[in-house]
């Protein structure tokens, strides 16, 4: 039903913005339903700037394309998709693969002994809708480095009573295929400094938006057009406050299964702590019992749910592609050993009226 909702309030915002044309001058201004999504991010991370993006990999990539101070090699995780890791490559970066703590997230251990003086950035992923601690910030500052978090799956996840994101000095957030906000694609990066942000504006909007937030700065003619459509951005607005409602109670849901497996002997994953909120983006755990006896208890106990493999199956760089990168470029090998236990040992949940592998809302 709420997905039947959502889809109906953005045909209406949609049909409503392609029979004014007002809307469509606005959507390259940045004003309207593209103003109106960035300040309800603002509000949600309680940051003073946010901008729209065609894909969080876009956004990623453009991040990374205006450091000040470029950083040659970039911690970030092992395990996450492709796309989190692809703005790193292609502005001329190192990914200095890092280890994962047991929930898939990144370990500041990990973190704190892979920098060194040149190191000027991090990322930092919400595998599966699984927010990140809040001590890289704490390393962030010590530190001195741009912590940049890409919350892709975790729209709706909370830690220690801040939506996730809020601690990150760059918060990235997708509107794309299969995420809890679904506008069809998009997303949009949320941020704490001005300077940043103006540089993103100038090298990856629009003319007419430069010339709105930017008066006092030449017209950039010759940036990159990466911001979102604006059809996802309507459609994303139409339904935030109803999907942040619809990934609460898919988390109570996802909870309350947890601890039925748990208490039945069939999950050994800890229980998240009241400070943690996962969005369960992708529901996984650790089995404890062997899978045909999860299955036959899943039949009996909670039949419209089924086991799935892993959307993500091996750390980035076992990846043939990466791996040829690499010997080209003279990179080093790595291991992260709870990394590959993590893809051969979990499984993942999701229901049976939904057909792949990933959290559909």
């Known amino acids: 039903m709420t997905r039947h909702r959502n889809a109906k309030l953005a045909h209406g915002a949609i049909s409503n913005f392609l029979e004014d ?3 469509w001058q606005a959507a390259l201004v940045g004003t309207d339903a593209v103003y109106q999504l960035e300040q309800k991010f603002c509000k949600l991370l309680n940051k003073p700037y946010a901008l729209t ?3 969080a ?3 990623i ?6 450091l000040e101070n470029q950083a040659q090699a970039v911690p970030c995780p092992c395990l996450t998709w492709g796309g989190s890791i692809a703005g790193i490559l292609a502005t001329g970066h190192r990914p200095h693969w890092l280890d994962v703590l047991p929930d898939g997230t990144m370990d500041p251990a990990q973190l704190e002994a892979s920098i060194t003086s040149e190191t000027r950035a991090f990322l930092a992923v919400d595998l599966y809708g699984h927010p ?3 001590e890289l910030r704490q390393i962030a500052d010590q530190h001195e480095l741009l912590y940049i978090q890409d919350c892709a799956s975790s729209f709706g996840a ?3 009573e801040h939506h996730t994101g809020h601690l990150a000095h760059v918060a990235i957030f997708s509107f794309g295929f299969n995420k809890a906000l679904f506008g069809g694609e998009g997303a949009v990066a949320v941020l704490d400094d001005r300077q940043l942000y103006e540089r993103l504006i100038a090298q990856f909007h629009h003319p007419t938006r430069q010339r709105r937030d930017l008066p006092d700065r030449p017209t950039n ?3 990159l057009n990466l911001r979102i459509n604006p059809l996802a951005a309507v459609a994303a607005n139409a339904v935030f406050d109803e999907t942040l409602a619809e990934v609460a109670r898919h988390r109570q849901e996802c909870l309350y299964l947890l601890h039925r497996l748990a208490d039945a002997g069939l999950a050994a994953t800890s229980i998240p702590g009241p400070a943690v909120r996962p969005s369960f983006h992708t529901f996984t755990f650790e089995p404890a019992a062997e899978i045909t006896d999860i299955e036959t208890w899943l039949s009996r106990q909670a039949s419209h749910w089924r086991l799935t493999p892993l959307p993500i199956s091996t750390p980035l760089y076992n990846h043939q592609y990466y791996q040829a990168l690499a010997a080209a470029r003279q990179w080093p090998l790595s291991s992260c050993p709870i990394a590959e236990a993590h893809c051969q040992t979990r499984v993942a949940l999701v229901k049976k009226e939904h057909g792949n592998n990933y959290r559909e809302h």
């Open 158 to 160: 909370y830690v220690a």
């Open 57 to 59: 990999t876009t956004a």
């Open 21 to 23: 044309p007002s809307q």
């Open 132 to 134: 990140v601690g809040t």
């Open 53 to 55: 993006f065609s894909s």
């Open 221 to 223: 003619e010759f940036g």
């Open 61 to 66: 990539f453009a991040v990374f394309s205006v």
